[in-house]
């Protein structure tokens, strides 16, 4: 695993363990479109390499991931900058139908993708997980977080019904689900830890260690056991109705679009935003 990526770097600190880590700090590791499919071309290479048995997903200092990067960007065009992964295609139309496409692309389906990776992962979390940091955990099979750690999804502010891969009620149940997403409080490590989010809670100078430890652990296990046992519990979550509940929040999430395009000229309420991206989150 000798490519070089732009916005991420891999790590291979034993033989059987791939980390993946995050690289751009100066934006607090969000995540922009390079970004996402440097990771996809990451967990790639590690899902074919079969000395990998498990994978690891980190973010360099300060923070774990701050979301999506709202800001222009030299390559910001899904299906022309990068290739697509999907199959929905639609990427040039105008208004609804190459917005849903683009998000379709970069953010439901991809990270349905890296869900269904046929290896485990682990979700190494520090400082702030934030909205599309939050997708990227969720992505993982297993979170461990630092006891600095916090998590928020804050989208409602901005007048979307949460993130576009909507697994809040899986993650900590309805009724927290709900509080989580309508007052957009940051919840701490411990408190996701309490809620079955978050499988450990360890000090931040331990964090990477214990992975890595956990890591060694899982690795010990016999390949394919490891890969049948991660598709019979994501099997029984599906069986239990997961993905079409994720493809109808995403459609409520185009709606959310679609009423403040409307209401605002841009994609989201603009007084839910930084200032910082304010001006650009039509870009999204």
């Not at 809040?168 to 701490?188: I, M, N, Q, Y």
């Amino acid at each position: 695993m000798t490519t070089t990526f732009e916005t991420i770097r891999i790590e291979r600190p034993e033989p059987a363990i791939a980390r993946i880590v995050m690289n751009r700090p100066e934006a607090r590791n969000a995540q922009n479109l390079q970004m996402t499919y440097d990771l996809n071309a990451a967990f790639d290479q590690a899902v074919q390499d079969d000395a990998i048995k498990v994978i690891i997903l980190a973010g360099s200092d300060p923070h774990f991931s701050a979301g999506h990067d709202l800001r222009p960007a030299g390559k910001n065009s899904a299906g022309v900058d990068f290739p697509p992964v999907g199959n929905w295609g639609g990427f040039a139309e105008p208004n609804a139908h190459g917005r849903f496409a683009r998000e379709q692309e970069i953010y439901l389906q991809i990270t349905r993708r890296w869900r269904n990776l046929a290896k485990p992962t682990i979700a190494e979390v520090q400082g702030k997980c934030i909205a599309g940091g939050l997708m990227l955990a969720w992505a993982c099979d297993l979170i461990v977080a630092s006891t600095d750690a916090e998590f928020c999804d804050p989208v409602v502010t901005m007048g979307v019904c949460g993130v576009e891969w909507f697994v809040h009620p899986w993650e900590v149940g309805p009724r927290k689900a709900k509080e989580f997403l309508f007052t957009a409080d940051v919840w701490s490590a411990e408190e996701a830890h309490r809620l079955g989010m978050v499988n450990h809670v360890v000090p931040r100078a331990e964090l990477s260690a214990f992975v890595l430890a956990l890591a060694r652990k899982i690795a010990a296990k016999p390949a394919f056991a490891l890969k049948l046992t991660k598709e019979a519990v994501n099997r029984s979550v599906d069986v239990m109705g997961q993905p079409a509940a994720i493809d109808q929040a995403f459609a409520l999430h185009q709606l959310c679009h679609a009423h403040n395009l409307q209401e605002f000229g841009m994609i989201v309420d603009p007084s839910g935003l930084h200032p910082s991206v304010r001006k650009s989150a039509n870009v999204k």
